[in-house]
């Protein structure tokens, strides 16, 4: 069998009766062409199957046509839905998406700052989640990009976030408009003072104070990370301390889930005797979800 040889910008020509230059302005969009000579080129174009090196074309732009999303984790079901909408959004606009997955590890975040893989993408959109302030300089980098989350403020770069101290100040005051009283709290990175958990805590502990309720350290559920698994050993040991509890604030969806799963376990009907309320509204929970 006689393999065919790929088709050539100078086959196009040829058969068209242009030159290759006419060839690479029509595959470009050069605006200033004749009708009749661009009807021929994609004519011939047609004709011969001719597929456009898109390796050469990023070469001679200097772009790559891909983008990258870098983000601590993808099985946390917010990173997962963040992803599924950069994708959508990039392909509308005919770009590709690049996943990495840093782990939240401080040596791999700094990495993606290097720069090292800049030649295989024209920009990231970065959630950093173990770097800080501290890290400032870093983020001077010679690329385009777009920061997440609440890690790093004041970098000169465009950032996207979310309104977390006042969602968390209503989610905890609905619970009180309830008439709960005894508001645990799960997800908190004690000692943390930049961060969306940090951040959380804060609208938690302001709504107290708007109904006049005095905080309890026994309330506060800590939890590194924020798994579903994560949720129901925070529940769990609140639990057991005796601690008296009649609603919960899981800092996401998924710590809210496993808060809800540990109270099932110990017959704790939820909401009569504690009501849960979560944070994100993630579609493969949140609107799932029964009590």
Known sequence: MVQRMSTTMHDVAQLAGVSIKTVSNVVNGYPYIRDTTRDRVLAAIKELDYQMNVSARNLRSGRTGMICLAVP????PYFAE?????IRAAEAVGLTVLIEQTGAVR???LELLSGKRKHLTDGVIFSPLDLGPEDRAAFDVD???????????GSGHDHVTMHNVEAARAATAHLIS???RRIAMIGAHLGEQVGTAALRTQGYLQALEDAGIAPDPALIGEAGLWHRADGAEAMHRLLDSGTEIDAVFGLNDALALGAMHALHVRRVSV???????GFDNQDVIAAHLRP
């Open 143 to 153: 690329f385009p990009m777009v920061l997440l989350g609440e890690r790093m403020f």
């Open 178 to 180: 309830q008439g709960r």
């Open 107 to 109: 040596e791999r975040e």
């Open 82 to 86: 963040l992803a599924d909408s950069v």
């Open 271 to 277: 909401p009569d005797e504690v009501a849960v309320i």
């Open 73 to 76: 984790e993808l099985s946390l």
